[in-house]
């Protein structure tokens, strides 16, 4: 088992930014893990992906937020990110890390999906204000 917490959530006004971290409790797992992601749930909404970071580096995003997020990864402190800028107030939701250890689904070749994904954070809340 992995345990995943996220941090970093808040509110802050439209136009701004914030940066998510999500921490694995397993020693390494952020360059051992097949795929790593992060999510969001809105009031009332589905669970969407917001994007998704392979093993070997590389991302996919949704279009809704391509161009204003980047997901990385510090293997060295087994962390990753969800830097987002330009915030707009519908990008307010829940946001929550997930991951997946073996390399038997999609991560990057297709819009992530919740089954995609093996391991899940509890959230952290995000609000953007006009």
């Known amino acids: 088992q992995v345990q995943l917490v996220e941090s970093g959530g808040g509110s802050v006004q439209a136009g701004g930014s914030l940066r998510l971290s999500c921490v694995a409790s397993?020693?390494?797992?952020?360059?051992?893990?097949?795929?790593m992601g992060w999510f969001r749930q809105a009031p009332g909404k589905e669970r969407e992906g917001v994007g998704a970071i392979r093993r070997d580096g590389s991302t996919r995003y949704a279009d809704s937020v391509k161009g204003r997020f980047t997901i990385s990864k510090d293997n060295a402190k087994n962390t990753l990110y969800l830097q987002m800028n330009s915030l707009k107030p519908e990008d307010t939701a829940m946001y929550y890390c997930?991951?997946?250890?073996?390399?038997?689904?999609?991560?990057?070749?297709?819009?992530?999906?919740?089954?995609?994904?093996?391991?899940w954070g509890k959230g952290t809340l995000v609000t953007i204000s006009s």
């Open positions: 397993r020693d390494t797992y952020t360059s051992s893990a097949y795929c």
């Open positions: 997930a991951a997946r250890t073996p390399g038997d689904r999609n991560c990057v070749g297709k819009p992530l999906s919740q089954s995609d994904m093996g391991y």
